[in-house]
């Protein structure tokens, strides 16, 4: 069972969302936090498998939290469920730390995969957000990850991985086990010296 802590200023939205993960027995929901006051202590008690971490909230803002949250327990996943679609709130999220990014507009389908996903140690983004990470890197050559340190295979997975695609859709699209699969990943990231897909972004992100 994943234990999961909402922080999200929105009471309505708030609520929404601790209905439908209460709904799903696979989910138990530990902390329900209005703000980022109390999360250490809540945490220090109880501690969660994966935060749904807002943004955009009075006192210590979400992407400070996640810097807070790593700094102390590093283990825990975090998921950013946000209204921002703009690189700055996106990067500096990935930057602090964050395992995945998704809006609220997505649906409450996605929101329930990804948390599955990212306790697994995939990095799931909207689809939108992971166009936005590729353009940055397409977008800026000079930056770009040598290549030539992978295999075909596994640059292909790279730039499927980059597009925000699960490790079910890759293994589907390129007909291989998602075990298979979990060993290409592990052979790029030792590579690349990253340890998940948010790091590979934000560390490219820091030579811009």
């Given at each position: ?71 102390i ?7 950013m ?55 940055f ?66 560390k ?5």
């Amino acid at each position: 069972m994943i234990t999961i802590a909402i922080i999200e200023d929105n009471a309505q939205y708030r609520k929404a969302i601790s209905f439908i993960i209460q709904m799903n027995n696979q989910y138990r929901l530990v902390h329900t936090l209005e703000n980022c006051h109390n999360m250490i202590s809540s945490f220090a008690e109880t501690k969660p498998d994966v935060v749904l971490m807002d943004i955009d909230m009075p006192g210590m803002n979400g992407i400070e939290a996640v810097w807070e949250i790593k700094k102390i327990f590093p283990e825990i996943k975090i998921l950013m469920l946000t209204v921002f679609e703009d690189e700055e709130k996106i990067f500096g999220a990935i930057r602090a730390g964050a395992n995945g990014y998704l809006l609220k507009k997505d649906t409450p389908q996605k929101i329930m995969g990804a948390i599955e996903a990212v306790q697994n140690g995939e990095s799931p983004m909207n689809g939108m957000i992971a166009s936005k990470v590729l353009d940055f890197f397409q977008q800026n050559k000079a930056a770009l990850i040598d290549e030539s340190l992978l295999t075909e295979r596994e640059s292909q997975i790279l730039r499927l991985l980059m597009k925000g695609n699960s490790y079910k859709e890759i293994a589907t699209e390129i007909f291989i086990s998602v075990e298979t699969l979990n060993s290409h990943v592990k052979n790029i990231y030792r590579k690349l010296n990253v340890h998940s897909r948010s790091e590979l972004a934000a560390k490219y992100s820091h030579s811009n």
